[in-house]
């Protein structure tokens, strides 16, 4: 007998969206939760992630790298919680866990598929945002995929966002010498400056990012870590320095699209200008979290890393969440809190 309920609730996708997604392609349903089976645990989750990835798998796509979500089953995606049953010795009640079942509230898992996180270092949703899968994707982008060399002038997208404001951020603390940001808006280009600390911000929808590229890197470009794709692609090609270098990290502004893309029309500029143009996956650089997570701690207790995040309440909210985040709601991380901890 346990004092936890029985039953649950999730958010089903019940329809595909075909370009925008919107409100009628979700539901959240009660559901029951099953027993505990011999090394399972049952997690109550607190925070839950929405993420660009998951508009990908909304779509009944087999050539992507992730498979479609099903319809009428729960999504799944990051969260925290804390264990509130367990059958599993090694994760006991009460410990608190990131895993891969979000979009519910209660959680049944193998103890194998949970990872204990350590919440003295931080907040547990910190493990969803800088310290977690976003935050790695921005410092194996800058480490790895497109190094930052002492100097560099580095051009980042989506610099409001997630990866991109950790991004600008580390750029700083591997040497850059001058950090551009742009974003969506006059309200979020002031605050990559002034709360960020990039050197100067571009708001994409007020004017041509070329221009705008060019007026705040008037020398160029050494590395560009991309978020968005589309014009901003282009425009950062064209302001490539020789050698440069492009994280091909995200393509946003094309996740909705119905209709072929044209790729970037001065591609054929990479070749002159010997530019390497790397795609990436953040699940490569796994590896690289516990030197990330020592990293990062470090510059968030030192004040030279800041992050935020923006909140959604409760399951019902989830999909608002994700919609939201989509059309850049959000500053720094886009979070559903689900439950206290
Ligand atoms: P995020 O930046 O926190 O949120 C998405 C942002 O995209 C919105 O806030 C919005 O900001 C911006 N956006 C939406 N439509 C846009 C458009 N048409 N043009 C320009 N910006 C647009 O999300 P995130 O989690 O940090 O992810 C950022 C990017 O990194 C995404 O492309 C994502 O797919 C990618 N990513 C890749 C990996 C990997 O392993 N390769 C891992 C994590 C994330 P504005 O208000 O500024 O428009």
Redesign the pocket.
Known sequence: MTDTPRTNREVHLVSRPVGEPGPENFTVVDAAIPELGEGQVLVRNTWMSV???MRGRMNDRTDSYIPPFALGEALSGGATGVVVESRAAATPVGTTVMHQLGWRDYAVLDATTVTPIDTSLAPAEAYLGVLG??GL?AYAGLVEVAPVAKGDVVFV??A?????SVAGQIARQLGASRVIGS???PE?ARKLVEDFGFDAAID?RAGSVAEQLAAAAPEGIDVYFD??G?E?LEAAIGAMRPLGRIAL?????QYNATEPVPGPSNLVTAIGKQLTLKG????QYFPLAPQYIQAAAGWLASGALRSEQTVFEGIDRAPDAFLG??????I???LVHLAAA
Do not use: E, Q
């Open positions: 993420d660009p990835y899968m976003p994707t997208s989506g409001a966002g997630a990866v991109g974003a969506g808006g979020k994409y978020n968005v589309g901003h990290c995200g393509a946003i502004s990436m996956l953040v699940g985040m989509m059309r850049g709601a959000n720094g991380k886009m």
